[in-house]
Nanobody
Framework: QVQLVESGGGLVQAGGSLRLSCAAS????????MSWYRQTPGQQRELVAS??????NIRYAESVKDRFTISRDKNTIYLQMSSLELEDTAVYFC???????????????WGQGTQVTVSS
Protein backbone atom coordinates (compact mmCIF):
# COMPACT_ATOMS: atom_id res chain seq x y z
CA GLN A 1 0.00 0.00 0.00
CA VAL A 2 1.10 3.55 -0.75
CA GLN A 3 -0.18 6.58 1.13
CA LEU A 4 0.06 10.27 0.39
CA VAL A 5 -0.50 12.56 3.35
CA GLU A 6 -0.87 16.29 2.77
CA SER A 7 -0.63 19.11 5.26
CA GLY A 8 -0.27 22.86 5.39
CA GLY A 9 -3.51 24.21 4.01
CA GLY A 10 -5.49 26.94 5.70
CA LEU A 11 -6.81 30.47 5.55
CA VAL A 12 -4.54 33.31 4.48
CA GLN A 13 -5.01 36.89 3.37
CA ALA A 14 -4.33 37.91 -0.20
CA GLY A 15 -0.64 38.59 -0.68
CA GLY A 16 0.31 36.13 2.02
CA SER A 17 2.13 32.79 1.88
CA LEU A 18 1.50 29.16 2.70
CA ARG A 19 3.54 26.00 2.37
CA LEU A 20 1.96 22.66 1.55
CA SER A 21 3.63 19.32 2.21
CA CYS A 22 2.93 15.88 0.82
CA ALA A 23 4.66 12.81 2.22
CA ALA A 24 4.60 9.52 0.36
CA SER A 25 4.99 6.37 2.42
CA UNK A 26 4.40 2.65 2.29
CA UNK A 27 5.45 0.03 -0.19
CA UNK A 28 7.43 2.33 -2.49
CA UNK A 29 9.95 0.88 -4.93
CA UNK A 30 10.49 4.09 -6.86
CA UNK A 31 8.85 7.45 -7.47
CA UNK A 32 8.64 8.74 -11.01
CA UNK A 33 7.01 12.06 -10.27
CA MET A 34 4.99 13.97 -7.71
CA SER A 35 2.68 16.84 -8.45
CA TRP A 36 0.21 19.29 -7.00
CA TYR A 37 -3.24 19.76 -8.49
CA ARG A 38 -6.08 22.00 -7.38
CA GLN A 39 -9.81 21.97 -7.81
CA THR A 40 -12.64 24.40 -7.21
CA PRO A 41 -16.35 23.47 -7.11
CA GLY A 42 -17.71 22.66 -10.53
CA GLN A 43 -14.31 22.79 -12.17
CA GLN A 44 -11.90 20.15 -13.38
CA ARG A 45 -8.82 19.38 -11.38
CA GLU A 46 -5.89 21.34 -12.81
CA LEU A 47 -2.17 20.81 -12.60
CA VAL A 48 -0.39 23.43 -10.50
CA ALA A 49 3.18 22.13 -10.40
CA SER A 50 5.03 18.90 -10.99
CA UNK A 51 8.44 17.45 -10.13
CA UNK A 52 9.83 14.56 -12.15
CA UNK A 53 12.20 12.66 -9.86
CA UNK A 54 14.07 10.85 -12.59
CA UNK A 55 15.02 13.98 -14.53
CA UNK A 56 14.63 16.77 -12.00
CA ASN A 57 12.29 18.46 -14.44
CA ILE A 58 9.88 20.98 -12.93
CA ARG A 59 6.73 22.34 -14.54
CA TYR A 60 4.32 25.07 -13.43
CA ALA A 61 0.93 26.26 -14.54
CA GLU A 62 1.18 29.71 -16.12
CA SER A 63 -1.09 31.15 -13.45
CA VAL A 64 1.34 30.32 -10.63
CA LYS A 65 4.72 30.83 -12.26
CA ASP A 66 6.98 33.17 -10.29
CA ARG A 67 4.70 32.85 -7.26
CA PHE A 68 4.78 29.14 -6.38
CA THR A 69 7.82 26.91 -5.92
CA ILE A 70 7.78 23.12 -5.85
CA SER A 71 10.60 21.28 -4.15
CA ARG A 72 11.44 17.78 -3.03
CA ASP A 73 13.15 16.12 -0.11
CA LYS A 74 13.31 12.33 -0.52
CA ASN A 75 9.69 11.12 -0.58
CA THR A 76 8.16 14.46 0.35
CA ILE A 77 7.27 17.35 -1.90
CA TYR A 78 6.51 20.88 -0.90
CA LEU A 79 4.64 23.69 -2.54
CA GLN A 80 5.70 27.12 -1.34
CA MET A 81 2.95 29.54 -2.31
CA SER A 82 3.62 33.27 -2.18
CA SER A 83 1.74 36.38 -3.27
CA LEU A 84 -1.46 34.41 -2.93
CA GLU A 85 -4.48 35.65 -4.84
CA LEU A 86 -8.19 35.11 -4.32
CA GLU A 87 -8.15 32.90 -7.41
CA ASP A 88 -5.77 30.49 -5.68
CA THR A 89 -8.57 29.39 -3.36
CA ALA A 90 -9.11 25.69 -3.98
CA VAL A 91 -8.65 22.20 -2.61
CA TYR A 92 -5.06 21.20 -3.35
CA PHE A 93 -4.33 17.55 -4.06
CA CYS A 94 -1.02 15.74 -4.08
CA UNK A 95 -0.50 13.28 -6.91
CA UNK A 96 2.25 10.70 -7.31
CA UNK A 97 3.35 8.30 -10.03
CA UNK A 98 4.87 5.44 -8.06
CA UNK A 99 6.09 1.90 -8.61
CA UNK A 100 5.22 -0.14 -5.54
CA UNK A 101 6.99 -3.24 -4.29
CA UNK A 102 3.68 -5.08 -4.33
CA UNK A 103 2.65 -4.50 -7.91
CA UNK A 104 6.03 -3.79 -9.54
CA UNK A 105 4.14 -1.54 -11.90
CA UNK A 106 3.42 2.18 -12.10
CA UNK A 107 0.26 3.48 -10.49
CA UNK A 108 -1.15 6.92 -9.78
CA UNK A 109 -1.97 7.84 -6.21
CA TRP A 110 -3.85 10.81 -4.79
CA GLY A 111 -3.84 12.46 -1.41
CA GLN A 112 -7.00 13.39 0.43
CA GLY A 113 -6.75 17.07 -0.43
CA THR A 114 -6.14 20.16 1.68
CA GLN A 115 -8.18 23.35 1.56
CA VAL A 116 -6.47 26.63 0.77
CA THR A 117 -8.61 29.72 1.21
CA VAL A 118 -7.36 33.17 0.30
CA SER A 119 -9.35 36.07 1.71
CA SER A 120 -9.40 39.74 0.77
Amino acid sequence: QVQLVESGGGLVQAGGSLRLSCAASGSIFSINSMSWYRQTPGQQRELVASFTHTSGNIRYAESVKDRFTISRDKNTIYLQMSSLELEDTAVYFCNADIVSWQTQSRSTYWGQGTQVTVSS
